[in-house]
């Protein structure tokens, strides 16, 4: 379990500096919700947000170096933020449970003295109790630092001051992230913690094409970052409960427009594929005859359907594609789907006013541009009039399309 209630990027692209939420550096706003839907024109840097979340899970897997140059980003000198010499940098404020006290992860990125990506300093740190200062409990500056054993301890920066069992840790590579090697090992409960957190995240980039391919027999939990897998985990479902399986198919050909039922189809070699029953058509069709609408529809929905839910999802403009009378319910069941609790988390871009019209204004930050070419980011709900005209009936995606904001 666990959620982010607050991010800062700074100097990555077009982001040289914003901030979303609450942090460790600014306890002054308010946490994320469990649906985050962020908005704004084309150029504005929705898609920069989304690759920065992508970068540090690719950090994650890959290492720094790595995560540079992978997705097209073209290396370190073509990501980190035009005429800035100081080095890129984000801010994670994260909470296990309601009850929890909160963590943050900060994450400097630089270049060693060879030019070559890495980390130049990671730390994490927590509260000793509910109004206590934090103290670190993982510090590494060019992969030499401590980290704390246990789930109690730290060390207060200013003073030195140490409680609980502290390791003297120095990594072989810098180029990778301390929360990897060290979360790794049971000893430190809590980056570990973090770690499955990290590892949790899903990056949707689901494409219609993809989800029509026909893969080998082997049934996957989770849906891959395109949809290729899509019948697969539809075999995972299938295997693990039937009923359970049967129920969530009903379920979701309830919300696709023309379908009448979904009804999976055991084949030779033990694979599942699915049928789906359109209006005034007797004989079934598979994926790869299905529209990308269709296709992306029933995507999303069993996106939220996963037996063991990815704590923090973050899926670029569902809108492409689709019929624009199907948004507001996607996006009801999107903010039903998430709850209030600390098990799942939505991020959405988009550019759709129908999308946003089914939200609050609080879920809703919006991204410009400011004079000096870089994005700024502002909650909806900060703007003169949104959230009194909303309370009066408004819907926020008819404001913001005839520009009371943004």
């Known amino acids: 379990m666990g959620k982010l209630e607050g991010i800062s990027i700074q100097n990555y692209s077009s982001l040289k500096f914003i901030k979303m939420g609450r942090l460790f550096s600014d306890r002054s706003g308010t946490p994320l919700s469990n649906m985050t839907t962020i908005i704004g024109p084309s150029g504005a840097g ?27 980003r073209g ?14 940098r984000f801010e994670l404020y994260y909470r296990e449970t309601s009850n929890s006290r909160p963590i943050t992860y900060e994450l400097t990125i630089g270049l060693d003295k060879n030019g070559r990506p890495y980390v130049a300093e990671e730390r994490l740190r927590q509260r000793v109790k509910t109004t206590g200062h934090p103290l670190s409990f993982l510090y590494l500056q060019n992969g030499v630092g401590y980290a704390f054993e246990g789930t109690e301890g730290g060390q207060e920066d200013d003073t030195n001051h140490i409680t609980g069992e502290k390791v003297d840790v120095q990594l072989s590579d810098p180029r990778k992230l301390g929360v990897v090697t060290l979360g790794a090992m049971k000893q430190y409960t809590r980056i570990e913690k973090f770690l499955n957190f990290l590892k949790s995240w899903y990056l949707c ?22 949809g290729g897998n899509l019948n697969n985990v539809a075999q995972y479902m299938y295997r693990e409960s039937k009923s359970d399986f049967a129920k969530i198919l009903s379920d979701i050909q309830s919300k696709l427009p023309g379908i009448t039922k979904i009804e999976p189809l055991k084949m030779a070699n033990g694979q599942i594929v699915l ?11 598979f994926t790869q005859k299905m529209s990308d609408g269709t296709l992306k529809l029933f995507a999303y929905y069993l996106l939220l359907h996963e037996r063991n839910p ?35 988390q939505l991020f ?17 930050w919006v991204l410009e541009k400011g004079e000096d070419g870089f994005s700024t980011a502002k909650r909806a709900s900060d703007y003169k ?14 404001l913001w399309y005839d520009k009371y904001f943004g």
């Open 310 to 344: 990815r704590q923090l999802v973050f899926i670029e403009e569902p809108e492409n594609g689709l019929y624009h009378h199907y948004l507001a319910d996607l996006a009801e069941e999107m903010r039903k789907n998430v709850g209030t609790g600390f098990s799942k």
């Open 75 to 88: 290396g370190y000198e073509k990501i980190v933020s035009q005429g800035v010499t100081d080095p890129i």
């Open 348 to 364: 959405v871009t988009t550019h759709s006013p129908f999308f946003v019209n089914s939200l609050p204004p609080e879920d809703v």
């Open 46 to 72: 929705k898609s920069t947000v989304a690759d920065a979340f992508g970068f540090i899970a690719d950090c994650l897997e890959m290492g720094v170096e790595a995560a540079c140059d992978a997705k097209n």
């Open 205 to 226: 980039y689901f494409t219609p094409d993809s989800a029509r391919q026909i893969e080998q027999s082997a049934p996957q939990p989770y849906l891959n970052r395109t």
């Open 275 to 285: 049928q789906f029953f359109e209006n005034h058509f007797r004989e079934p069709f």
């Open 385 to 398: 009039f949104v959230k009194a005209l909303t309370e009066e009936g408004a819907t926020v995606g008819d």
